[in-house]
């Protein structure tokens, strides 16, 4: 029989979603598929130039550029190639068409064609890498000090004893420069190391460090990187010579690079959620994968944060991991003042300018004043600006998401951050038809124009999902912002991570209520971690740096601790506050998702479910419940979740949970569901 696309198959039978149909005549072995791969990597080409070797010697040069008398844009490139090689007549050498082009100045593309057609310049596309940037190589080290020498002996106790290590070092401690030393350490014993970052924290600035300490042998892996670059790293790794020593630095997807030597895993900021991989599947967490990458490979592992998971710090606590502290700022700065602003006080005294208390306005206008910068941060999460009907607060929500629309100044239309669906902006509300629309809640856009509009002199930039789209947005805005061309940096979690500047004196959280009001187990995990991690950028250096963070409850415990810096404070409640709920880390959760278009389908099936489920794990289910957003991209969901004892054998708890859902599906024939399943989302 002869074999057929997919997408034929689509078109033939003029159905949209073949998959269900193909997927049970698998099962019923009447159809096989088989899978292609295609090879679609290109290398780089550049389009190099040389001189024809007629022209060898001083007088076919003279006689060559008398020719070229009347066509002087052509004369000049010639003559702009000679300069290049001074006092060579022959035996001419590659120039890149670009250099010469740039060489000669005044001369034009057309100009270099026609030689070229003459016969004049020989042309040849040469290979390139496209791993640039690897000649930075200073081979300088840092000295470490006192703190970081004991941190890195205490290190090396852990990986002598076999265990994973837990470095809890607060911000500005130092870590990197263990890590270098670390790093160090297996490349003289010819060893591979990978060394991960969540995706926003792969910046320029930890790149250089690397490069200048190690060079060449330094691999950079993340998802903006072109098809084409990744096939150039994962080749430059298995064709590597395994025992010559290489540093994978990376995201989340690097742990599945073919290393071939590895001797170390270092997980920068551990505690980051984006290291969990959502869509599209598989959903992994790529600090577990690199724990069982390390075992598999019989390589050290060490995570490091200055805000540890709870999950990790109870491993550390439990003596299953080595934990080592580093306690002290590098270089004795102190970390910075910790303020908690009362809304309340400010709205009563009307003396809020929009979003800003009159602390804030104050303490910004101080801060420029003393030529230091400011980082203002607001979390995106849940408090995005919406435009709302004064009249009957109806709110735009997205056709096919249980969400509403967030407005984006620049374009003027309403955008879903689920699914991408864009409105332009109404004039009128839905429901009640009242013209009287105006916007609820902010953004880091929102944050931008009223800041410009109470500084109109000081010059700020933003840093969010929107301004980072291209591969170089990031680095310009944080080339800018260190090297002060900006004051004011506004942005969303990425001003939170890892970066580390001069210059910044004030930082300011401008709500921490959306974050605490989440509504998850781990929403004030998240809220201490993202706080103290912002709170971290200030006052790295000689000055005492000063953090305001605005609420409208300031007497919430976790703002408390942070203010105190107690993360073991923050521990010990949250931890009795899971295991009297029974969350992790005293139980792992499973998250069983059934989605359908209609929700009158979707109730029954979903209840139908959790029967099945509830047959073989009893009051282990939860649920089902609709998730926070109960409608993505037209499809309802339901969810169930199931708390597992961590005594229990996950092999187990697999082969069980696939068969009652298998049971389940054949006793319902049920058709256009979907079913998805996330183990220890978080
Ligand atoms: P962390 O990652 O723990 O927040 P960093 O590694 O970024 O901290 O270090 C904070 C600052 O201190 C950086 O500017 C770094 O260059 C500097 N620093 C840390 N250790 C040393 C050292 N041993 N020698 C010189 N500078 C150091
Ligand atoms: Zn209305
Ligand atoms: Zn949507």
Redesign the pocket.
């Known amino acids: 029989m002869k074999e057929l696309k997919v997408k034929d198959v689509e078109g033939i039978a003029g159905i949209k979603t073949v998959y269900p149909i193909i997927k049970s005549m698998m099962d019923k072995r009447l159809i096989v598929a088989e899978e292609e791969l295609k090879e679609i990597f290109k290398q780089k080409t550049v389009a190099m130039l040389k001189l024809s070797a007629d022209y060898s010697g001083q007088d076919a040069l003279h006689q060559l550029l008398d020719s070229l008398n009347r066509a002087p844009k052509q004369q000049e490139l010639v003559l702009a190639y000679m300069s290049m090689f001074p006092g060579v007549t022959g035996d001419w050498e590659l120039v890149s068409r670009k250099s010469l082009l740039e060489k000669s100045g005044n001369s034009t593309p057309t100009a270099l064609n026609a030689l070229v057609k003459k016969g004049v310049f020989q042309g040849e596309d040469v290979v390139v890498s496209r791993l640039t940037g690897a000649d930075k190589l200073q081979n300088k080290f840092?000295?470490?000090?006192e703190l970081?020498k004991s941190a890195l002996n205490e290190i090396n106790e852990g990986f002598a004893e076999s265990k994973p290590v837990l470095l809890f070092?607060i911000?500005?401690?130092?870590?990197?420069?263990v890590y270098l030393e670390l790093i160090k350490e297996q490349i003289a014993k010819g060893k591979q190391v990978l060394y991960l970052l969540p995706e926003i924290a792969l910046t320029a600035q930890i790149i250089q460090r690397l490069r200048i300490c190690f060079g060449r042998k330094v691999q950079i892996y993340h998802s903006k990187f072109s098809e084409n670059e990744r096939v150039e790293v994962w080749n430059a790794i298995s064709e590597a010579d395994p025992d010559s020593g290489m540093i994978v630095l990376g995201a989340r997807s690097s742990v599945f690079l073919p290393f071939k030597n590895l001797g170390l895993v270092i997980v920068d900021e551990e505690h980051e959620t984006t290291f969990k991989q959502h869509e599209p599947n598989p959903k992994y967490h790529a600090r577990d994968s690199a724990m069982v990458l390390a075992k598999f490979s019989k390589a050290d592992i060490l995570l490091g944060t200055?805000t540890p998971s709870v999950e990790s710090y109870f491993n550390a606590k439990a003596g299953k991991y080595k934990l080592v502290r580093m306690n002290e700022r590098?270089?004795g700065s102190v970390l910075p003042e910790i303020s908690i602003v009362d809304l309340r006080v400010d709205t009563k005294k009307r003396k809020m300018k929009g979003l800003f208390s009159s602390d804030l306005v104050d303490e910004i206008q101080d801060t420029i004043s003393q030529k230091k910068q400011v980082i203002l941060f607001q979390n995106r999460r849940g408090f995005s600006p919406m435009i709302e009907c004064q009249n009957c607060h109806w709110v735009p929500h997205c056709v096919q998401c249980d969400i509403s629309l967030t407005y984006h100044k620049q374009i003027h239309q309403l955008r879903c951050h689920y699914c991408g669906y864009s409105l332009n902006v109404p004039s009128k509300c839905d429901e009640c038809k009242s013209t009287d629309l105006r916007m609820k809640g902010f953004g880091t856009e929102k944050i931008e124009e009223e800041l410009t509009e109470l500084f109109p002199d000081v010059s700020a930039s933003r840093m969010d999902l929107d301004t980072t789209r291209s591969k170089y947005s990031y680095h310009k805005i944080i080339d800018d912002f260190e090297n002060e061309r900006t004051q004011v940096l506004i942005g969303t979690q990425m001003v939170s991570k890892?970066l580390?500047f001069n210059n910044v004196n004030l930082v300011s959280i401008l709500s921490a209520d959306a974050m605490l009001n989440y509504p998850d187990f781990r929403a004030f995990e998240r809220s201490f971690q993202l706080i103290s991690q912002v709170a971290g950028r200030a006052g790295?250096r000689e000055t005492l740096g000063k953090v305001l963070i605005q609420t409208w409850k300031p007497e919430h415990e976790i703002l408390k601790r942070i203010q105190e810096y107690d993360f073991d404070g923050f521990f010990n409640t949250e931890l009795a506050e899971r295991k009297t709920h029974n969350y992790p880390p005293f139980s792992r959760i499973i998250h069983v998702t059934l989605k359908h278009e209609h929700q009158s389908a979707l109730d029954p099936a979903a209840d139908a479910l959790a029967s099945w489920l509830r047959s073989a794990f009893g009051d282990r289910v939860l649920g089902p419940e609709y998730p926070p957003v109960s409608r993505v991209r037209n499809l309802f969901q339901k969810r169930m979740l199931l708390k597992i004892e961590n005594e229990a054998s996950l092999s187990k708890v697999k082969t069980t949970l696939r068969e009652q859902i298998d049971r389940f599906f054949e006793a319902n024939k049920l058709k256009a569901f979907r079913l998805m399943i996330d183990v220890d989302p978080v």
Not at 142 to 145: A, E, Q, R, V
Request: hydrophobic share 15%.
């Open positions: 840092p000295d470490l000090n970081q070092g911000t500005g401690s130092g870590k990197t420069e200055a590098f270089g890892g580390d790295r």
